[in-house]
């Protein structure tokens, strides 16, 4: 069995606290080709046979990519996004090499009672389905609060990604929140953390009213003053005839939370144009709310070639069921919100550190200013892979399953309610 990078729990994650490394590449701490060059010999070892550029499948010009994993134990495929092909690729080998490590936990594993282990660890905040039955064994892998700076046990349910065998109980989700990589420890974990707070806000905002939803569409004039990838994306989609809007799921947390939904619309329609595919969906969360909005219009377009491409093991024909009245309407909607868009968006008020241990420093004061004071990780990364992999959680926060969205049980203001 591989060994995990360090020899003891805390060691991986207690040398990621103390790495001061500056970032040089869109808040990561080197470019993606560097990145992709290393990973590469390292991929038949993941399983990853091919990674392929599906870009052209679709008309937007926005590069995304594939990386095909054919004896996966969750998915075979994974999907990649970014501004330029090589960031697209190593978005997508990232992403299934995730998978890989989270199929293949390594030790030391221990047997506890759930009893036990709810005295030590604050389970019934973190992803749970069905009432717990605390008097079953279950297997833990241990990881570390980086905020109380002591280990905690946690059930590879939670952690793993197997889903060739059955979960040891049915009380805990299965999911692939908080699962994320980097070039280093802080970068993992800091990664892991904006996902889990995206769906956080996304959580918030699907039990938000309709009229509260609809406050928080963008209004295109504040799209005008967006610089760099921002803009360069946005002007793709122009180009491409498509629509784009763009909502702010930002929460309570004050981490910005960007929502881009994209539209096609064929105009050779007699009368009315419809949309002709799927709309693109996506998220992003990040310090800075231009590389979240970079994110969230990128996914977008990764969701569209998704579903395009049709390759990624979880599609159903329910995914392509309602390609043609009921995303019209969802389009007539959006375009009635902007009546009451918010004009008032700011895009360029960066609270980003210069390091991925800067971020780190500011996502957790902003986590434990909203009353949520644990941060779990798990280091999943491998001794001989130069790639850093983590399973983060915060109790408390809400989570996406299969389901949908389900809101954390942490106490939330009357705003929220």
């Known amino acids: 069995m591989t060994k995990t990078r360090s020899s003891d729990v805390s060691g991986g994650v207690q040398t990621a606290l103390t790495d001061t490394r500056q970032k040089c590449w869109q808040h990561r701490i080197c470019p993606p080709q560097d990145t992709l060059e290393k990973i590469t010999p390292y991929l038949p070892r993941m399983g990853i046979t091919r990674l392929a550029d599906i870009t052209g499948l679709d008309r937007i010009g926005i590069p995304v990519a594939q990386a095909i994993r054919p004896l996966g134990r969750s998915l075979s495929v994974a999907q990649g996004k970014g501004m330029t092909l090589p960031a697209a690729r190593v978005s997508a080998a990232m992403e299934a090499a995730e998978g890989w490590h989270a199929e293949n936990l390594d030790g030391p594993f221990q047997q506890i009672s759930g009893l036990d282990l709810m005295e030590a660890t604050d389970l019934e905040s973190l992803p749970m389905s069905d009432p717990p039955v605390w008097d079953q064994e279950l297997t833990i892998l241990e990881g570390r609060d980086i905020i109380a700076d002591r280990v905690v046990a946690l059930p590879i349910d939670l952690i793993g990604k197997d889903y060739t065998q059955a979960p040891q109980h049915k009380g805990f989700h299965r999911t692939t929140n908080g699962l994320a990589s980097g070039n280093s420890l802080t970068e993992a974990i800091v990664s892991g953390l904006h996902e889990l707070i995206e769906r956080d806000c996304i959580a918030d905002f699907a039990h938000m009213t309709p009229q509260d939803r609809a406050a928080r569409l963008c209004h295109p004039h504040m799209l005008d003053a967006c610089t760099g990838d921002a803009k360069t994306l946005l002007d793709l989609i122009a180009s491409a005839g498509f629509h784009v809007f763009i909502h702010d799921l930002t929460n309570d947390i004050g981490v910005p939370a960007m929502r881009a939904t994209l539209f096609s619309v064929d105009q050779s329609v007699p009368g009315h144009g419809r949309p002709r595919a799927q709309p693109g969906l996506g998220c992003g969360c990040h310090l800075d709310p231009q590389t979240a909005l970079v994110r969230a219009i990128t996914e977008a377009a990764q969701s569209r070639l998704t579903c395009i491409a049709g390759a990624r093991d979880d599609l159903t024909d329910r995914r392509y069921d309602t390609i043609a009245d009921g995303n019209l309407g969802r389009l007539l909607e959006m375009a009635a919100d902007l009546q ?22 500011i996502l957790t004061r902003k986590l434990t200013a909203a009353g949520l004071e644990k941060i779990y990780v798990v280091d999943l990364s491998k001794a001989d892979l130069p790639i850093h992999v983590v399973r983060v959680f915060v109790p408390g926060l809400g989570y996406l399953t299969s389901k949908g969205p389900t809101r954390g049980n942490r106490y939330r203001s009357a705003d929220h309610e």
């Open 340 to 361: 009451t868009a918010d004009k008032t968006r700011c895009f360029d008020a960066c609270a980003a550190g210069t390091s991925p241990m800067g971020d780190l420093d």
